[in-house]
């Protein structure tokens, strides 16, 4: 049995050395220290009726993402005398054995709103109350504490980007410099009966035949997340001048953003840290953009949604959502098939949902007119269906901006203007009028000529067959007409709203029929 001066540190998110408050304390006067993973099956196990490969609820490209950091992490535990046990399991019942034999004294894990984690850990904190086992759970996934901001703000979170920068005010932290490496580490004591194992490939989780013709550019862990910040703040202008709705969509060769999101989102960057990194790099420049388009403007995007998502119940949802617009989206499966399966005859609008597919990750603009076509826009089918998709392949799926990005991508929350509609053929001609960007994705087009790539039904049939490409058999025909309907999405919108407006949002299932 472990001696009792020992502390457990769960690693969920946050899976980093530099600025991690958990383990820092976790290895603070502490013979032992047990870096915990809990491979849980709820998020890994292999689902065989998925469209493509992955579990239910995360894609291959996620998966691996996430394997990779934990191999990245253990590297860096052992440089630090330490290394990362992998254990499977629900996490509270793999958690709660451990406690109990390590005989843990101090139990760390970085704090977590995620609905899921947040019931987790009241197993867990349960259990070590009545053990009498020290629980450290500090915020460090975003830049403020949720619930301080909601108190500040009476109670409520601030539902606009202006009234949460207002009251969120500068983060506290930032005026000092955070942990960046740790000396050494205590050594993992005795594990006794646990069955540790090292971090998993793919295969050895289950997964077979899961061979893709192309695989995300984009490695996991904490090491590619400092050199990908490094690369991304060392052109001082780029960062000083950056202005978010100014990039190009359609730029997969060298991304016009960062890239860090996969990184943000499993913490192998600390937010707080490339905070931090641009607020050097401003105090270097003449002058730089400001919030909302700013760099420091997405971090707060972010914890803008974080906040707003944990003080409203059913944020993931619809229906009990006190903040989202009542709509009678249709549930039309096939539509929503075509769409998720890159069948829409829409080239760019299949393009980026071939790059979700493949790589996990797309442009903010290309996420913007993908949800726009499945909802609002064109197809009318309810946002709920197109957030599952994207939590599903998204390499940088995280609940609260997924959730907060499609409410507000369908006119549910937030942004309310459902007349301005992305047209899927006019908006990715602008940036990329040659269509390199559908040749890539899409290569059944690679040889449309340019007047046609956005609009291949178009096309003369002698165009067609010279391009190897027939429309309605090598490549769909439209799923909709976008002029008929877009104005059909618009009709059905402004009779929502107003349905919402007369019934001061207390809209029943009952009202929403009369709709449909
Ligand atoms: P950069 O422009 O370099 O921004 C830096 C960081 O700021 C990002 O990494 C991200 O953490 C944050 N950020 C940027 N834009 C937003 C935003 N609109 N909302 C919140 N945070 C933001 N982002 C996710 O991280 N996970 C998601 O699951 C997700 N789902 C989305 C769904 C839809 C329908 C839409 C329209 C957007 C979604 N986004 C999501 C937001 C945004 O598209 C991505 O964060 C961004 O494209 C990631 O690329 P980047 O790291 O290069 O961003």
Known sequence: ???????????????????NPALEYASKGSKFVYPLFVIDPHYMEPDPNAFSPGSSRAGLNRIRFLLESLVDLDLSL????????????????????????????????????DPYYQALDEKVKDYASTAGIEVFSPVSHTLFNPAEVIQKNGGKPPLSYQSFLKVAGQPLWASAPLTISLPLLSPVGDVGSCEISEVPTVEELG???????????????????????????????????????KGDPSAYLKPATTVLSPYLKFGCLSSRYFYQCLIDVYKNVKKHTSPPVSLVGQLMWRDFFYTVAFATPNFDRMKGNRICKQIPWSNDDELLAAWREARTGYPWIDAIMVQLRKWGWMHHLARHCVACFLTRGDLFVHWEKGRDVFERLLIDSDWEINNGNWLWLSCSSFFYQ???????????????PNGNYIRHFLPVLKDM?????????????????KAKCIIGKDYPKPVVSHDSASKECRRKMGEAYALNQRLNGQVSEDDLKTLR
């Open 207 to 245: 997964y077979r035949d899961c061979e893709q013709d192309e695989l995300t550019p984009f490695r996991g862990g904490e090491s590619e997340a400092l050199k990908r910040l490094r690369e991304s703040i060392r052109d001082k202008e780029w960062v000083a001048n950056f202005e978010k709705p």
């Open 78 to 113: 052992k440089k630090l005398g330490s290394r990362l046990l992998i254990l499977k399991g629900d996490p509270s019942e793999v958690v709660v054995r451990c406690l109990k034999e390590w005989n843990v004294n101090k139990l760390c894990f970085e704090y977590d709103t």
């Open 418 to 432: 459902y007349n301005r509609i992305y047209s899927p053929v006019s908006f990715g001609k602008k940036y990329d």
């Open 449 to 465: 000529p340019k007047e046609y790539i956005y609009e291949p039904w178009a096309a003369p049939l002698s165009i067609q067959t």
């Open 1 to 19: 049995m472990a001696s009792r001066s020992s502390s457990l540190m769960w690693f969920r998110k946050g899976l980093r050395i530099h600025d």
